[in-house]
């Protein structure tokens, strides 16, 4: 089988990349003939925001590179902006079928991510011009930009551009839930739920614990920070942090002022492994729809339980006092209450929740289980399909 990726990168390197990577790697690993049709984001040309709605130089690279690779199915993971919406129709034009995977809720919201203001925003999903979102400038907070990125959208669905596509995939239920719920209810058949994976990188299975939670991720509000600040800023508890962001000053301030907070910023991928290793509980406190969540697997792959959010997708990943403990979203009393509980069970149940948090990982979240999920989606698509339209 061939089959032809397609994804628009960012200037910075993001969850989506490492997902394209893993799969083309899992798949060439298999025996597949797989192509890697690359689209660039990372400058904002006022060009390619003109041609948001309909790249030609887009559509033209991707006739080349079906005429050339001769493809018996195209995956587009991200075609905003630079790719467009073009990918689509050209290769419907040379009448491949298409899967498309959904790493974000772009058709659904300009914002992409259902959350503006502070808190998670649904009025997009009704039908009609999405007036609100253009309103509140949800996309780069600027009206203009969310007016030219929601026509677009609003053109293409009205065209049936999206109807082109014979499979969208979604890395949880209750994304797809989202979609099925929305202006896409139409759609409904054509979504399948497949989660991400990562390679096994371990070394042991029987590590240590040294007493700390750890928290890995991005330092913004929908992340939850406030929330996990709010919740170990009155514990004796040992927190770590890792990552990056808007709100860095802030998890700068708190590990000045709490002796218990340690704020260790971007580290290598080596160094947060071993933290993983070693910590207690990875805190996942998120407070958008997250479409998935690697840190996550990342953490049940090194046999470390999560304490997160009750939130989305999150709850298909995360059972509580199973492999980790759910609490109840932007709550802080609730999330220390959790980690309290944790922290005071006996070395034998910590042990069984560990156990616990890496047959998760071996049992949904391997390459091979990933594999016979890819094919399978392939194989049905490649096996039914007829144009759409």
Same mark, same amino acid.
């Given at each position: 089988?061939?089959?032809?990726f397609i ?10 990349d ?18 890697? *049709? ?5 400058? @904002? ?7 948001? &709605? ?9 006739k ?6 001769? #493809? ?8 905003h ?6 990918v ?11 899967v ?11 914002? $992409? ?16 011009? &999405?007036? #609100?979102?253009?309103r509140? %400038? ?12 929601? *026509? ?7 065209? %049936? ?22 202006? @896409? ?11 991400? @994976? ?6 042991? *299975?029987?590590?240590?614990s040294?007493?700390?939670?750890l928290?890995?991720?991005? *330092?913004?509000? /929908?992340? %939850? ?30 590990? /000045? ?32 729809? /997250? ?11 090194r046999?470390? #339980?999560?304490?997160?959010? $009750? ?17 109840? &979203? $932007? ?48 194989e %049905? ?9």
């Open positions: 089988m061939k089959i032809l994804h628009t990168i960012y200037k910075l390197a993001g969850g989506e490492i997902v394209v990577k893993n799969e083309i790697d899992l798949l060439r690993s298999a025996g597949y003939e797989v192509a890697l *049709l690359q689209f660039d984001n990372s400058s @904002f040309s006022l060009l390619k925001v003109v041609l948001m &709605p309909f790249n030609f130089f887009s559509y033209v690279k991707t080349s590179a079906i005429k050339s690779f001769k #493809p018996d199915i195209v995956h587009i993971h991200n075609m902006f630079a790719a467009s919406p073009a689509i129709y050209c290769a419907y034009r040379y009448k491949i079928p298409i498309m995977t959904l790493h974000n809720y772009r058709l659904l919201c300009p914002s $992409g991510t259902l959350y503006d203001g502070n808190k998670i925003f649904l009025d997009s999903l009704k039908s009609g011009f &999405p007036w #609100p979102a253009v509140k %400038g949800v996309y780069r907070k600027s009206r203009l930009l969310t007016f030219w990125l929601a *026509l677009s959208n609003n053109l293409h669905k009205r065209l %049936g551009c999206f109807k082109k596509v014979n499979a969208f995939i979604t890395l949880g239920a209750h994304s797809r839930d989202l979609f099925v719920d929305s202006h @896409f209810a139409d759609l409904n058949n054509r979504f399948i739920v497949k989660p991400n @994976f990562i390679p096994d990188t371990t070394d042991s *299975l029987s590590i240590e040294k007493a700390y939670f928290f890995v991720g991005r *330092l913004s509000v /929908e992340k %939850g920070l406030h929330t996990l600040l709010k919740a170990f800023s009155n514990s004796k508890l040992h927190l770590k942090i890792v990552g990056a962001g808007p709100l860095e000053a802030l998890a700068k301030q708190a590990s /000045e002022n709490h002796a218990n907070i340690e704020f260790l910023g971007q580290q290598p991928k080596a160094k947060v492994n071993e933290l993983m290793d070693h910590a207690e509980a990875l805190i996942f406190p998120s407070q958008w729809y /997250e479409t998935f969540g690697m840190v996550m697997i990342e953490a049940f792959s046999s470390t #339980p999560i304490i997160a959010s $009750g939130l989305g997708n999150i709850t298909d990943i995360v059972t509580n006092e199973k492999n980790g403990l759910i609490f109840q &979203p $932007g709550d802080g009393k609730d999330l220390l209450a959790k980690v309290n509980f944790y922290n005071n069970l006996s070395t034998e149940v910590k042990s069984r929740f560990r156990e616990e948090s890496r047959a998760t990982y071996e049992n949904n979240y391997t390459p091979a289980a990933n594999l016979l999920k890819l094919n399978a989606i392939y %049905g698509v490649i096996n039914t399909h007829s144009h759409p339209l």
